[in-house]
């Protein structure tokens, strides 16, 4: 049996867009995948992870972004109020325990949603994987590491253009992203309680995401179990094949709990 595609309809008027999602069916815990920025639901990770729902029979859901891969809506309209309340929608639509794995700034939107899911009475999060996560990218990777040429376009033009290592293009990274992205910073607010097992699995030649920034969110974690696992010539993506191996073993693992 092959994952099925989908779609969810989302917003009304001017924030009406339309989310594509793959889902397997299966037992629980499930899996949901939040991928990364400018990633889709069809990446080497979250490939793999489908592959490990159908070898286990678990259910797998993985969606794309509104803005991203083949979802509707513009890119440089998102945000991530915006695509928190995509994976909040998505997240709806799943039954019973779920392991949670986010990749990135997909990092950052697993402890949203988790936050924002307990706010509301859900506890169904069972485990948090996060894949060198981008925590508060906006100003710790971003805005505080712009050149004044950045931030005088951020505030002049309302963007910045940077080269990317992974596309022809640019990323482009709007005023709206980055003044949105500060109504959800975690860091300097004290500890952060997910109230279940949390593992970060850190490239130690990660460039885009250093391991000091993953060690910052370790050290906001101090009341939950913890797993800490660097690679040390893994690189931002950790896609290898050894990597993505590392990936589904813990996955396998937490399932299994």
């Known amino acids: 049996m092959t994952a099925e595609p989908g779609t969810i309809e989302i917003g009304t008027g001017a924030d009406h867009r339309t989310l594509a999602t793959l889902t397997r ?20 990770k979250a490939a793999a992870l489908d592959a490990l729902g159908a070898e286990l029979g678990l259910a ?6 509104s803005g991203h891969g083949k979802s509707g809506g513009a890119f440089l309209d998102g945000s991530i109020s915006q695509w928190l309340e995509d994976a909040l929608t998505v997240f ?83 005023e709206k992203l980055i003044s949105d992205g500060a109504k959800h910073l975690l860091f300097g607010k004290g500890s952060i309680v997910t ?29 939950d179990p913890v797993t800490f696992t ?9 896609s290898r094949d050894q990597d993505l191996a590392q990936l589904c073993e813990i996955v396998r693992r937490l399932s299994a709990a």
Request: proline fraction near 6%; charge should be negative.
């Open 25 to 44: 069916s299966g037992t629980t815990p499930g899996l949901f995948w939040l991928g990364g920025f400018k990633s889709d639901m069809e990446g080497s």
């Open 230 to 238: 660097l690679v040390p010539d893994g690189d931002h993506r950790l």
């Open 195 to 223: 109230g279940c097992p949390v593992t970060i699995l850190q490239g130690g030649e990660d460039t885009d995401v250093p391991a000091e920034h993953a060690l910052k969110l370790l050290s906001h974690i101090t009341q």
């Open 60 to 65: 797998v859901t993985r969606f794309d972004y």
């Open 92 to 174: 709806a639509t799943t039954t019973g325990p779920q392991i949670v794995i986010g990749s990135s700034m997909g990092g950052w939107l697993a402890l949203l949603l988790n936050k924002a899911l307990k706010e509301k009475g859900d506890a169904r999060v069972q485990a948090l994987v996060l894949i060198a996560p981008a925590v508060d990218m906006t100003e710790d990777l971003m805005r505080t590491q712009f050149s004044p040429a950045e931030l005088h376009d951020l505030h002049a033009k309302g963007r910045v253009e940077q080269p990317s290592d992974y596309a022809d293009e640019p990323y482009i990274l709007t």
